[in-house]
């Protein structure tokens, strides 16, 4: 079974200032890879995903990731944050092949954004 | 496009009785899912559906909950009867099957006394 590991529970960064939120994920092949944000009180939002290609994905609000297989990480970057982007963020794996697609999540990174 | 719609946002309701939270998945997705998030366990699935079909249960926590999907564009859990541990905010959310990912609802915050 597939497993994702987010090892940063709560990052604080500086507005202005760059992100990286780590990702590390457990799949016998190439999986799809997935990062959600999640705002107070608000359901997941869909920021970027990796299914096959180019390993560095462009995502909404500024956001990228980069799939390094050798690493079977898929790390979430953005060079300058602002303070709303403060929110938690959900790294997670899909199992590729048809049928139903559950999405196995990390445990999530809260994103404190200090001014 | 209305996104996921879930219903009631907010539930408070007494321990023994019955819970029916509900969810209209986005038109033309095939697949939909019910997660449960609380701050100790994170996103859980408790259970997703292929074409109306059920395809793996085996995150519901106890014979107390059950879900259904009578149509495409329909889906319910229900818990009965409910207890204190229930409460968290539940999730459904939809998508088209093909791996691209989901679209998930505003959630239910259950809470229960």
């Known amino acids: 079974a597939q497993s994702v590991t987010q090892p940063d529970i709560h990052i604080t960064v500086s507005e202005g200032a760059s992100l990286e939120l780590r990702c590390n994920y457990s799949?016998?092949?190439?999986?799809?890879l997935f990062w959600y944000v999640q705002s107070p009180g608000q359901g997941l939002q869909l920021l970027l995903k990796?299914?096959?290609?180019?390993?560095l994905v462009q995502g909404i609000k500024g956001f990228e990731a980069e799939f390094k297989r050798s690493q079977s990480s898929f790390n979430l970057r953005k060079p300058s944050v602002h303070w709303s982007d403060a929110a938690e963020y959900f790294c997670?794996?899909?199992?590729?092949?048809?049928?139903?697609?559950?999405?196995?999540f990390g445990k999530g990174t809260h994103l404190i954004i200090q001014p | 496009d209305a996104g996921v719609i879930q219903s009631p946002r907010h539930e408070v309701t007494e321990m023994g009785q019955e819970v029916t939270l509900r969810c209209k998945p986005i038109s033309g997705h095939n697949s939909l899912f019910w997660y449960r998030q609380t701050m100790m366990r994170g996103l859980e699935l408790l259970i997703y559906f292929n074409n109306n079909v059920p395809i793996d249960d085996s995150g519901m926590p106890e014979d107390r909950f059950s879900a259904k999907m009578p149509n495409a564009s329909f889906s319910t859990l229900k818990i009965q009867p409910s207890e204190p541990r229930d409460s968290a905010v539940y999730f459904c959310a939809s998508s088209l099957g093909d791996g691209s990912g989901y679209t998930f609802g505003s959630g239910t915050r259950l809470t229960v006394v």
């Open positions: 990796y299914f096959s290609g180019d390993t």
């Open positions: 799949y016998g092949a190439t999986p799809y």
């Open positions: 997670a794996v899909g199992v590729r092949g048809g049928g139903a697609d559950g999405l196995t």
